[in-house]
C-alpha cells in the first residue's frame, strides 16, 4: 500500500475517550496541520509545515515546494523531506556531526 505522510509541530491535547471501549486520541491546530499535509501531499512523499522544516533542516535535506491552498487554513508554505543528512569525510560516512556534511538522497 503506498500513502501520503504529513508532519506538523506544535501543541496538542491528547486523552482516553470512551467508557465502554476506551481509546486514547489526540486533538489540536497541530494534529490538523499534519493530517492536512497528509491529504494535500503525493504518494511516497513527506510533507512538512514550515514550522517543522525548522526543526528538521538540519538533519534532513528538504525541498521548499510552495504555498499550498489548505483547507481551514489559507495558503501554507510547504516542504518536501527528501532525504536524511549524513556526515562523510573521504567517501566514507560517520554519524559524527563534528565531520563534514553531506546527503544521501532517496531516489
Not at 500500500?1 to 482516553?16: F, K, N, R, T
Not at 508554505?77 to 532517496?106: I, Q
Request: charge should be positive.
Amino acid at each position: 500500500m503506498m500513502s501520503a505522510s504529513g508532519i506538523s509541530c506544535g501543541p496538542l491535547v491528547g486523552g482516553v475517550i470512551g467508557a465502554r471501549k476506551p481509546v486514547y486520541d489526540i486533538w489540536g491546530n497541530t494534529v490538523n496541520e499534519a493530517s492536512r499535509m497528509e491529504s494535500t501531499g503525493k504518494i511516497r512523499r513527506i510533507q512538512v509545515t514550515n514550522h517543522a522544516q525548522q526543526l528538521l533542516r538540519n538533519r534532513f535535506e528538504l525541498k521548499y515546494r510552495g504555498h499550498v491552498a489548505v483547507k481551514g487554513k489559507g495558503m501554507m508554505e510547504t516542504w518536501w523531506v527528501l532525504g536524511r543528512k549524513v556526515t562523510y569525510t573521504d567517501r566514507k560516512l560517520y554519524a559524527d556531526p563534528e565531520d563534514k556534511v553531506g546527503y544521501v538522497l532517496l531516489d
